[in-house]
Each structure stands twice: as structure tokens, then as C-alpha cells.
């Protein structure tokens, strides 16, 4: 069987040849792969002209409802995905991370939606001013590259690999080709063409080259971005090519790099946290069977308890079963291929040069069913290296399998100092259970990790482990990890979008960014803004209120009825020293007063108060002094409508502006309003 490509919105067989690819656990054929004939730079052109235009033109909050609708189409097809995975020598649980963290971080990032208005582009940060008299301001904008991701993945999460990437660049609005590696192609291509079947996507928002990327970097331009997840080596390769140094194109490289887990030394043998050190040792060196660019390759423990840590590890590891990932019983599967045995046995020779097995054999071992011959297994194999100062190799070669070295420490700056000679992590562990122990391990080691956890008896009853990526943090690592970030929430998003500076009045960068910009000209209505709907409301239409004048049986008042008696509000013998020069009104009452000018009373479409964000005060108001509100549409975020609700709605963000008799600003913020819309 070929396998196919889906380049320029059809599904095409590779000409040639090809690459022969097998099942991990038995030998026998899958498919043939092969990515010849495929024109690399017609399909970017495809991506930038149709992909690109289909997707820039959604908001952020329909790009998010689309990446949820894929995520539950892709949940309901997930067992078809899980039987190809065993081809590829995972177990049940390797898969699940692959799979169904894959559609997860679509989940995920259809969530984080909520975080962006309702348009095709962003607005970053705070205004900033720019003159005197506040008519001249700047602010930055993030709008979508015009080109197109480019993602090359590695062999070990064919489903994982993609969805990660995508399910960012997609929610940014720019369209992916995805090359995974060739060896586990098959798995991906399965999702893939259950992607395209659904016709969830937009034409053009995604692509799929199955065989060999060859002269597919020498199509990109500057408004492509490239991510690339693999060995340092060949990440180093792509991104030394001419044209990406030429056009300056975004790369974000993930390599694999010696992870590293360290035991406090508070966690002592018989407490719960070695044990949980000890289970975590185990879950990483047997997990994808080693086979993740996150698994723990250097195993940092304190001096005193090397030996029993050694006995412990082994014992735990003695009763893994290895073998076929279909069969019953079996806890580890195969590497993915002939090709990643011998790779792993090379680097087990040299790391064996100067540390010794203490668990394992890579020869001698039992195989569950499948072919010990014709498959891909290797035992779980641990190493020790006593003095990790001299004989540095353990920090610089890495076995991309289940194989991992363990190494003592004296001292806390020992162990940062044995993390830091991996030159550059995706992530590292310290499991403990002293607080302080983990404060001088994170603020030390932070510099050369990507992501460290913290793990300890409280933590652990929820932790997702050493090794798990979240989509809200970022992933990637410095140095020899490769100097990228993937996911991470908001950041990784802006990634894919271009951030440019914009300058102008206020009003004007108000029409632009579609956020009311402080100083901006007002647009009064005669309409009161609470009796209407969504879709009625404008940016910059603004309501200027009645006033108030403030006194001091408000301020008593107000005393008495919050229970806040703090000594500024309620005695006039305590102010020597402060800022005040009277007793002060309560923040809280200017903005409770503010309310009662602003609100309109009658039943209409604001439904409720939704929060409160970016409250400041800023003068202090007395008894005696007047105030008023300008109550101005800031922002709109429609919402989708939930299934058991029957009504449409959006959130309405107010600048409320509290100013005294002088015009004065005493007190800012933004409050949110759930407001109905017309359409039932």
C-alpha cells in the first residue's frame, strides 16, 4: 500500500520507489512512502494564496469553535487511530499520550479563544503615549503572516507532533504543511485524511507530504514560519539552509536533549517522595519505550543514596513486559524501527566506555509475543557513572531509547551544576518535599531548562509527569534543546502573527484596534447603552451621566455596611504622614456610586455583571466633592450559543470613567456586561 499526500486540495500518490516502512513489533510491511513528483513550491503558493486567505479572514472566536468541532470529530474516530498506532511499537498508554493528547491540545486551544476579541487580529498590551496633550499615542497590533506553517516532525508522536503545532497556527489564522517523519508516516496520514473527510477546515489550511521533505525549504519566504521538532543535528542542518538565512524566516527548533530528574536530598528512602522518584524513573525510561524528546536520560540522585536507588529503580523496572503492544499484559512496546535498535546500541557502546550496566541487557531478554528478530525491542537499561565531573559523555551522548544513567551529587550546587552540564533541556524534575530545597533548585537551574516540575506527595495526586508538555506552557528548551518555544498559551499563538507598531490620535487607533482607546473622541447617544442589544452597541459610544455629590454620611455609610473601618475613611486624627488631608472616600463607593449613575434600572438586554478588570483610583475623592462617569464600549466579544440556552449573547467590555468637578480623573476601570443579542 502507498501511502498518499494531499498537496494542492487532492490526495496524491508519490511516484517511484519509496520507502519501505514495517511494524515495529512484527516485521511485516505497513506502507510504501514516497513524496516524489510532489511540487513543493506550488503547494506553498496553494497554501499562502487559498489556505491563508480562508483562514485570515475568521475571527479568533471562529477559528476556535472550528479547532473544538475537529477535536470532537477526531475523538469519535479515535480507536481506528489507536489500532495503527500499535504498528508503530506503541503500547495502549504511549498512544493515548499521542493520540489523545494530539486532540487535546485542539481542545485546549479552542479554549483559549476566550483570551482574543472577536476579529481576525490582536491587540498587545497597554497604549502608550506618545506626547504631551494625549493626542498623539502608539500601541502594537498582532495580524496573521500571509504564508505558511511549515511543520517537520519527528517519528516518536506522529499525531501529537501535528495536532501541537497546528492546532496553534490555525487558531492564528495561517495554514500548515506538515512533513512527518517518514518512518511513522502512516499514523499520520490516518488522521489527516479523516481531517480533510470532515471538512471541518477551510481549502488550503492543511497539507500532508508523506517521504522525504528534500527541496521543500527552498520554496519558503519571509511570511512562512518553520517549526521543526528532531535530533539537534539535523535541526541545525534545516536551519543553516540559504534560503531560510536569506528571507530571515521564523524557525523554531525543538531538539531532543539529556533531560535530567533530581532527588532531594529531604527524600530520603521510605518517604514518599523517593518512591514517587522512583515511579517516575521507571514511567520515563519505559514510556514510548524512551522514545520521547522529554525522557529523563540522567538520573541525578544524592550520593548516600545511589546504591539504594539503583536497587530500587531495578526492582521496579524488573517486571515490565516487553513486547507486541497488542498483546495482553505487555507495558512496553518496540522502538519505531531496525534503524533506532542499532542507533541506540551505538550510543549505548560509547556511554558504556566509561559508565557500567547496572540493569539490563540489550542482547539477552524476553519478548511477549512478536518478533524478537524481525522487531524493534530493546530491554529497559540502566547505566551508572559514579563520578559525572570527569567523565562528562553522560551529559553529551544520548541513546534515543530506554536508557538512562545514574549519577550521584554532594551538594545542591552539584546538582545544578551536573543539570546544567546537558548544555540546554526541554525539562527537569527535582522531586521533593522542602519548599526551599525547590526554590534553590528552580532559581539555579532555570537558565538551562525549558520547563522544570516540581514534584512531591501533594503534587503528584494531580501532576501529569516529567515528561508531559501542557498547551498553556511553553515547550522547548535553550541550547542544545534548540533554542525554541512551541504552545504556550497566548505566546505561542503570536508566533505565527506579525506584531507592528501603530501610531495615531485616539479616536483613530480606536477604529483600528476595535478597542476604545483612552482620550478617544466619544460618540454620545440620546439611547440609553443598557437598552441595547449586542449587535447595536458601538465602539466609542459613550454615556455621560448625571453627577453626585459625595459626603460624609456616605462615607459612614459605606463604613458600616462593607465593614471596612479602615483608619483613612473614619478618623480624622490618624491622617499625619498619609497622603490625605481629610477623611477619604472608599475606592469601592466611587466605583459603587459610579454604578448607580451609570445603570439603568428597567429590565432590558444587559443580563448581568461579569467581572471587573484594570480597576485603578486615582485622586482622592472628599466629602464635598462632585463626581460623574463617562461610560464607554470599549470591547465586544460575541459567544456562542450553548445548547441549552435559548438565547445568543456577547460580552460587552465598559470603560468607566469617574471624573470630579474639576474633569478630573479620580477612578478608571473596565467592567463587563453579558448583553443579549437580537436573534433568538
Known amino acids: 500500500m502507498k501511502l498518499q499526500n494531499y498537496a494542492c486540495g487532492q490526495w496524491i500518490e508519490g511516484t517511484g520507489s519509496g520507502q519501505l516502512l514495517f511494524d515495529a513489533s512484527t516485521?511485516?510491511?505497513?506502507?510504501?512512502?514516497?513524496?516524489?513528483?510532489?511540487?513543493?513550491?506550488?503547494?506553498?503558493?496553494?497554501?499562502?494564496?487559498?489556505?491563508?486567505?480562508?483562514l485570515r479572514i475568521l475571527t479568533f472566536q471562529e477559528r476556535g469553535r472550528m479547532l473544538k468541532a475537529l477535536a470532537l470529530f477526531l475523538m469519535e474516530r479515535k480507536e481506528k487511530y489507536y489500532e495503527v498506532s500499535y504498528k508503530t511499537g506503541a503500547t495502549r498508554v504511549d498512544s493515548w499520550i499521542d493520540i489523545e493528547g494530539g486532540i487535546g491540545n485542539l481542545f485546549a486551544n479552542a479554549s483559549l479563544r476566550r483570551k482574543f476579541p472577536d476579529l481576525p487580529y490582536f491587540t498587545e498590551g497597554d497604549t502608550v503615549g506618545l506626547s504631551k496633550g494625549g493626542t498623539f499615542i502608539g500601541h502594537h497590533i498582532l495580524v496573521p503572516k500571509e504564508g505558511v506553517?511549515?511543520?517537520?516532525?519527528?517519528?516518536?508522536?506522529p499525531v501529537w507532533g501535528m495536532l501541537e503545532k497546528c492546532a496553534v497556527n490555525w487558531l492564528a489564522g495561517m495554514p500548515t504543511i506538515v512533513k512527518p517523519a517518514t518512518l511513522t508516516s502512516f499514523l499520520t496520514e490516518a488522521v489527516v485524511k479523516d481531517i480533510i473527510s470532515s471538512g471541518i477546515l477551510p481549502d488550503g489550511a492543511l497539507q500532508l507530504i508523506c517521504g522525504s521533505g528534500r527541496t521543500l525549504l527552498d520554496h519558503?519566504?519571509?511570511?512562512?514560519?518553520?517549526?521543526f521538532t528532531g535530533s539537534a543535528s539535523t535541526g541545525i542542518q534545516l536551519k543553516s539552509n540559504p534560503n531560510i538565512i536569506r528571507e530571515a524566516v521564523p524557525f523554531n527548533m525543538e531538539a531532543d536533549s539529556l533531560n535530567?530528574?533530581?532527588?532531594?536530598?529531604?527524600?530520603a528512602p521510605g518517604t514518599p517522595?523517593?518512591?514517587?522518584?522512583?515511579?517516575?524513573?521507571?514511567?520515563?525510561?519505559?514510556?514510548?519505550?524512551?522514545q520521547k524528546c522529554t525522557a529523563v536520560r540522567r538520573i541525578i540522585v544524592p550520593e548516600i543514596y545511589m546504591d539504594d536507588t539503583q536497587k530500587a529503580i531495578a526492582k521496579s523496572l524488573s517486571g515490565i513486559a516487553i513486547g507486541d503492544p497488542r498483546a495482553e499484559g505487555v507495558r512496553m512496546g518496540a522502538l519505531a524501527g531496525q534503524d533506532q535498535v542499532k542507533e541506540v546500541k551505538d550510543k549505548l557502546k560509547q556511554l558504556m566506555s566509561f559508565s557500567h550496566l547496572v540493569y539490563g541487557d540489550p542482547e539477552e531478554y524476553e519478548v511477549t509475543h512478536g518478533s524478537k528478530e524481525k522487531g524493534a525491542f530493546m530491554p529497559p537499561l540502566l547505566l551508572r557513572n559514579d563520578d559525572p565531573f570527569h567523565h562528562t559523555g553522560t551529559h553529551e551522548i544520548e541513546a534515543f531509547g530506554p536508557v538512562s544513567t545514574l549519577m550521584p551529587y554532594t551538594d545542591?550546587?552539584?546538582?545544578?551544576?551536573?543539570?546544567?552540564?546537558?548544555?540546554?533541556?526541554?525539562?527537569?524534575?527535582?522531586?521533593?518535599?522542602?519548599?526551599?530545597?525547590?526554590?534553590?533548585?528552580?532559581?539555579?537551574?532555570?537558565?538551562?531548562?525549558?520547563?522544570?516540575?516540581?514534584?512531591?506527595?501533594?503534587?503528584?495526586?494531580?501532576?501529569?509527569?516529567?515528561?508531559?508538555?501542557?498547551?498553556l506552557l511553553v515547550h522547548g528548551g535553550p541550547g542544545r534543546a534548540g533554542g525554541g518555544e512551541e504552545m504556550g498559551g497566548m505566546r505561542g499563538v503570536k508566533h505565527y502573527m506579525q506584531r507592528c507598531a501603530i501610531q495615531g490620535t485616539p479616536t483613530t487607533i480606536s477604529n483600528i484596534t476595535q478597542q476604545y482607546q483612552y482620550g478617544g473622541k466619544y460618540k454620545e447617544e440620546i439611547k440609553h447603552p443598557f437598552k441595547k442589544y449586542f449587535e447595536e452597541l458601538e465602539i466609542g459610544e459613550t454615556l455621560i451621566t448625571h453627577k453626585r455629590t459625595v459626603t460624609d454620611t456616605d462615607i459612614v455609610n459605606f463604613a458600616n455596611v462593607s465593614w471596612d473601618h479602615f483608619y483613612a475613611h473614619t478618623d480624622d486624627t490618624s491622617l499625619e504622614g498619609t497622603p490625605f488631608t481629610q477623611k477619604v472616600a472608599h475606592g469601592y463607593f466611587v466605583l459603587s456610586a459610579a454604578a448607580g449613575l451609570f445603570v439603568d434600572a428597567a429590565k432590558g438586554p444587559v443580563m448581568l455583571n461579569y467581572g471587573l478588570e484594570e480597576c485603578r483610583f486615582t485622586k482622592p475623592v472628599y466629602p464635598g466633592m462632585t463626581i460623574g462617569v463617562r461610560l464607554t464600549v470599549k470591547e465586544k466579544v460575541a459567544q456562542e450559543k450553548r445548547e441549552n440556552e435559548d438565547y445568543k449573547k456577547g460580552i460587552v467590555k465598559w470603560l468607566v470613567d469617574v471624573y470630579d468637578e474639576?474633569?478630573?480623573?479620580?477612578?478608571?476601570?473596565?467592567?463587563?456586561?453579558?448583553v443579549k443579542m437580537k436573534e433568538l
Do not use: W
Not at 220 to 227: F, I, K
Not at 260 to 267: P, Q, W
Open 27 to 54: 516485521g511485516q510491511e505497513v506502507a510504501i512512502a514516497s513524496s516524489d513528483g510532489l511540487d513543493f513550491g506550488a503547494m506553498l503558493e496553494y497554501g499562502r494564496k487559498t489556505g491563508n486567505k480562508n
Open 149 to 157: 506553517a511549515i511543520h517537520i516532525n519527528a517519528f516518536n508522536f
Open 220 to 227: 519558503v519566504n519571509y511570511q512562512d514560519v518553520v517549526t
Open 260 to 267: 535530567c530528574i533530581v532527588l532531594g536530598i529531604d527524600a
Open 273 to 290: 517522595e523517593f518512591d514517587l522518584f522512583v515511579k517516575e524513573v521507571r514511567k520515563e525510561i519505559t514510556i514510548k519505550c524512551g
Open 412 to 471: 545542591m550546587d552539584e546538582a545544578v551544576s551536573l543539570a546544567a552540564k546537558g548544555r540546554g533541556s526541554l525539562c527537569s524534575s527535582i522531586v521533593t518535599n522542602d519548599d526551599n530545597i525547590a526554590r534553590e533548585y528552580v532559581v539555579n537551574a532555570a537558565t538551562h531548562h525549558g520547563r522544570i516540575l516540581v514534584l512531591n506527595r501533594e503534587s503528584a495526586k494531580e501532576s501529569t509527569g516529567h515528561g508531559s508538555p501542557m498547551p
Open 662 to 674: 474639576t474633569g478630573e480623573t479620580v477612578a478608571i476601570a473596565t467592567i463587563l456586561t453579558m
